[in-house]
């Protein structure tokens, strides 16, 4: 491992989903909220494909960085791919799987960061 801080493993990751055209990236602090983890990287996609792509898009980049997933789950069916990365979840969701399971509420009480997606030239929200 190389050691990343949760914040820059969220930046990559971030850049990795924008380049894939990803939806309503929001990043989330939840440290405060949570024993498991230190953030939450929340994105969409319009479907199986593209949530695929934005998944594998981050692994590698993320690889090129030294840096592993401990798991990903839902890679094969594409409607929600979980991407464990020790201090910092990802959730790449198809837009309708997002609404229905509405993880902003149920973190509602996380604390929203802003990063600078550097490659994207855009800015999101981390709580």
């Not at 939806?23 to 230190?38: G, R, T, Y």
């Not at 090129?64 to 990365?85: F, N, S």
């Not at 149920?106 to 999101?124: C, F, I, N, P, V």
């Amino acid at each position: 491992m190389s050691g990343l801080s949760g914040r820059e493993k969220a930046r990559i990751a971030l850049e990795a989903a924008l380049d894939k055209l990803a939806l309503d990236p929001l990043v989330l602090d939840v440290h405060d909220v949570v024993s498991f983890a230190d953030v939450f990287v929340i994105l969409s996609g319009r479907s199986e494909r593209q949530v695929r792509s934005i998944a594998e898009a981050i692994a590698e980049a993320l690889a090129k960085r030294g840096e592993r997933p401990l798991g990903i789950e839902g890679l094969d069916e594409g409607a929600w791919v979980l991407m464990d990365l020790a201090d910092v979840v990802v959730h790449v969701f198809q837009e309708e799987v997002r609404r229905r399971y509405d993880l902003e509420r149920l973190w509602s009480d996380a604390t929203t960061l802003e990063l600078e997606a550097e490659k994207a030239d855009a800015r999101t929200q981390v709580r």
